[in-house]
Each structure stands twice: as structure tokens, then as C-alpha cells.
């Protein structure tokens, strides 16, 4: 059974840089074809998709954000660490680390929520 | 950039049958599979169809995908609709440079 569960403050300070870490099981983030991203939803909003992270250690990040986003894995830790600079109230939301496997569906963790106020 | 677009919301009846479009942008539809995922107001998203038009087990065979390649689009096809049908879905693929994309995400009401 694949299960993936997020962690991370639930509220920063403007400015401040978010760290969330994606903690999995019942996979390998070693295996080929395999990798774990991260995905965020505002309030009443729609899916983003933020970074992923591949087996091979390439990563990719949204275009948009980019500048302000690091994605990286401890494969011996089954951890996938996620991190924002710069926190602003409109990065706000939900948000979500997924499996992938080979361009197929995500499979998703249970979502943080994190709120960005002083 | 490949993009992905859905209608904001859709609408029907229960027992009809609903369609939901997903147009590709930017690039081939057909290049990478497209997924749809249910989600419900204040829950995660769930798979409905992947890889383009098989069904997770446990999704009722209500829900069917297809692949469009003259229109560059995806469609997600519910027949029979219940009321727990209601909820927003979201169209998802990849680009070439092995991007995730989403869809704006599609508000179904059945009234």
C-alpha cells in the first residue's frame, strides 16, 4: 500500500521560507520510472503543480515559481523535502506531495494547510 | 507552453449523462497520458480514469475517458448521474520537458 503524508509548520510569517517534508511508504523513490512532486491548492481554488523530483535525481520546477522553489529526496529516508522562499499571504493553501510512476496518475498524500500571516 | 483547459462548470440532471473537455495547447494531447481526478469539497483528489481511459478499481464503469487527437483534447464521460457525482474534476498530463499540468479543473453540479 502506497501512502505519503506531508509535514511542515502549519503557519509562516511573510518573508519567511516554508520546508515541507514528504514522508512515504510502499515505494521507492530509487526505482526507475518513479517520482514524488508536490502540488498546491489555494483556497477555493484550482491544483498547481509546484516541483517534481525522478529517480535519477532530475528535477523539475513550475516556470513561474522556480526562482523561489528546491526540491529534494533522501531515498534512504523515503523523504522528499520541499522548499519556498519568500512566503507571501497568496501562497497560502493546501498543499500536497504525490507519487508518480512512469507518466501514469498521481498518487496523493493527505495535504497540509498552511497559512501565511504575522 | 503546453497548457491544458476545461470548461469553469458544468450542469445536469441525475440519470443524464455528462461530458467534460479537456483542450490541449502548446503541444499533442496524445503525446503523454491525461488522468481525471475527482475531488470533493474539502477532501483530496482521486482517480477516476488514467492513462487516458482506465478505470481505477472501485470507480463505477460510469466513468469512461477518451482521447480526441483531431480536436487535441481529452473527455471525461459520466453516464447515470448521481448526486455524489457532484464535484470539481481535474484533467492532468504531462509536457515534454516532463512537467506535470493540470487542467483549471471543471465544477460539476447535478441538479
Known amino acids: 500500500q502506497i501512502t505519503l503524508k506531508e509535514s511542515g509548520p502549519t503557519l509562516v510569517k511573510p518573508t519567511q521560507t516554508l520546508t515541507l517534508t514528504c514522508t512515504f511508504s510502499g515505494f521507492s523513490l530509487s526505482t526507475s520510472g518513479v517520482g514524488v512532486g508536490w502540488i498546491r491548492q489555494p483556497p477555493g481554488k484550482a491544483l498547481e503543480w509546484l516541483a517534481h523530483?525522478?529517480?535519477?535525481?532530475?528535477?523539475r520546477y513550475s516556470p513561474s515559481l522556480q526562482s523561489r522553489i528546491t526540491i529534494t529526496k533522501d531515498t534512504s529516508k523515503n523523504q522528499v523535502v520541499f522548499k519556498m522562499t519568500n512566503m507571501d499571504p497568496v501562497d497560502a493553501g493546501t498543499y500536497y506531495c504525490a507519487r508518480t510512476y512512469l507518466y501514469g496518475d498521481l498518487v496523493w498524500g493527505t495535504g497540509t494547510t498552511v497559512t501565511v500571516a504575522s | 507552453n503546453f497548457m491544458l483547459t476545461q470548461p469553469h462548470s458544468v450542469s445536469e440532471s441525475p440519470g443524464k449523462t455528462v461530458t467534460i473537455s479537456c483542450t490541449g495547447s502548446?503541444?499533442?494531447?496524445?503525446?503523454?497520458?491525461v488522468q481525471w481526478y475527482q475531488q470533493r469539497p474539502g477532501s483530496v483528489p482521486t482517480t477516476v480514469i488514467y492513462?487516458?481511459?482506465?478505470?481505477p478499481s472501485g470507480v463505477p464503469d460510469r466513468f469512461s475517458g477518451s482521447i480526441d487527437s483531431s480536436s487535441n483534447s481529452a473527455s471525461l464521460t459520466i453516464s447515470g448521474l448521481k448526486t455524489e457525482d457532484e464535484a470539481d474534476y481535474y484533467c492532468q498530463s504531462y509536457d515534454t520537458r516532463d512537467h506535470v499540468v493540470f487542467g483549471g479543473g471543471t465544477k460539476l453540479t447535478v441538479l
Open positions: 492513462e487516458d481511459h482506465d478505470r
Open positions: 523530483i525522478y529517480w535519477t535525481d532530475d528535477k
Open positions: 502548446g503541444g499533442s494531447i496524445a503525446s503523454n497520458y
